[in-house]
């Protein structure tokens, strides 16, 4: 048998596992004191390093030994007026060793006229303990002036950016923005910023708001060219999709959405013939607002969910998404793994048959709102949960 056929019969092996208290899983705390962590990434440098978003605009480091550097590596003024507001998203260019590419969102401010702004950075020295270099615009949303403004970024294996944006604020006049494609607000926005890329300009073009356009509309982007309609849309029908992520094991992209009053895990495939995840129309499986049907999704012809819950269960309040599990937890191979705000539990979908069954994981953040505002990962697929609340980075372990 070849290293190859091994790891893939391991990894069929750990499929197959279920997720028990068995695999005597525990969050171990690696860094404390931050304020209001919103999200994680690491560059892939051979640093070891973890870089770390705090709300206020700071991104902080946290070492291969595992020390917090006092100083930040980057900081900026940004829009702190709502909780789900400030530096929100990051996302390393897979070259960051040499280029020092890495791209963040974040609310502008008042002079930035408001929105959700995505910037590209390039380190002159990418190894250095603090940011020096160049520091651009790329996109800026309009129309984002509170909460529910999504921020979370990703680069694909595609070499393209993706970018959540949420529906604006929770107001029912906002809603109805989510399931257009001539608006960016409530949609995953996929963007190409080669350097090779053409600047995005004229019709089927929503974004760079100012003239200030940093990348181009990839041609296999469904609304592509299209005169009236955003070609920067990849995915529509979101409410707030605060945390996505590119699954690594087969292209798919998986979002938390947090609803009105129901959460939604969705995964969309490149298979699905639908870019439609439902919102207005839908939340879950029911209509919004709701008439008491159930057969939403199916009527309609928009995404399921892969599960849902209602606000309120269990102390439940807002869907964190997360991450398909590829660290060295064996029983956690494979997994998705994402959890609650409010709630503070960790869940695990794993696949089953021609679905996926959802757990809750021994182990849990204490609860309160923002006792979970994301996840991340290191090199080696390790898992990290981070306590917007109380200012800590957790990796998830077990034997």
Not at 123 to 143: E, K
Request: hydrophobic residues 40%; charged residues 20%; glycine residues 14%.
């Amino acid at each position: 048998m070849d290293n190859a056929t091994g790891r893939r019969l391991a990894l069929a092996l750990a499929l197959a596992m279920p997720v028990t208290a068995a695999a005597q899983l525990r969050l171990q705390p690696v860094a404390t004191g931050l304020e209001g962590p919103t999200a994680l990434a690491q560059p892939d440098d051979g640093s070891g390093r973890l870089f770390v978003l705090e709300r206020p605009g700071r991104i902080r480091v946290i070492g291969a030994d595992g020390t917090l550097a006092a100083t930040p590596w980057y900081q900026r003024e940004v829009n702190t007026h709502d909780t789900e507001q400030g530096l929100l998203g990051i996302a390393f260019d897979p070259a960051f060793r040499d280029n020092g590419i890495v791209y963040i969102a974040y609310s502008a401010t008042p002079e930035e006229q408001w929105g959700l702004v995505v910037r590209r950075l390039a380190a002159t020295d990418p190894a250095a303990a603090t940011f020096q270099g160049s520091d651009r615009q790329v996109l800026r949303v309009t129309g984002l002036v509170a909460n529910h403004n999504g921020g979370d970024l990703h680069l694909g294996a595609d070499g393209m950016l993706y970018l959540a944006v949420g529906a604006g604020t929770g107001k029912p006049e906002d809603h109805p923005w989510a399931g257009t494609t001539d608006d960016l607000r409530g949609k995953i926005l996929r963007l190409d910023v080669r350097p090779q890329a053409r600047p995005a300009r004229g019709a089927g073009t929503c974004g760079g708001a100012g003239g200030r356009v940093g990348y181009g509309i990839p041609e296999d982007n469904p609304w592509a060219g299209r005169s009236g309609q955003c070609g920067e849309i990849w995915l529509h029908g979101l409410r707030n999709p605060w945390r996505f992520a590119l699954d690594p094991f087969d292209g798919a992209i998986w979002i938390g959405d947090v609803g009105v009053d129901r959460e939604e895990l969705s995964r969309w495939h490149p298979d699905q013939p639908t870019r439609d995840l439902g919102f207005p129309r839908c939340q879950a499986h029911h209509d919004w607002p709701s008439t008491g049907a159930t057969d939403c999704p199916a009527r309609t012809g928009t995404l399921a969910p892969v599960y849902a819950y209602a606000g309120g269960d269990n102390g439940r309040c807002a869907i964190i998404g997360g991450r398909r599990y590829r660290g060295p937890v064996a029983a956690l191979a494979g997994a998705y793994v994402f959890g609650d705000a409010c709630s503070g539990e960790v869940l695990a979908a794993r696949a089953d048959g021609d679905g996926w069954k959802v757990t809750v994981l021994p182990v849990a953040m204490p609860r309160g709102y923002g006792s979970i505002s994301s996840f991340g990962e290191d090199v080696a697929g390790q898992l990290y949960v981070l306590d917007h609340a109380h200012g800590t980075v957790h990796r998830l372990d077990g034997d």
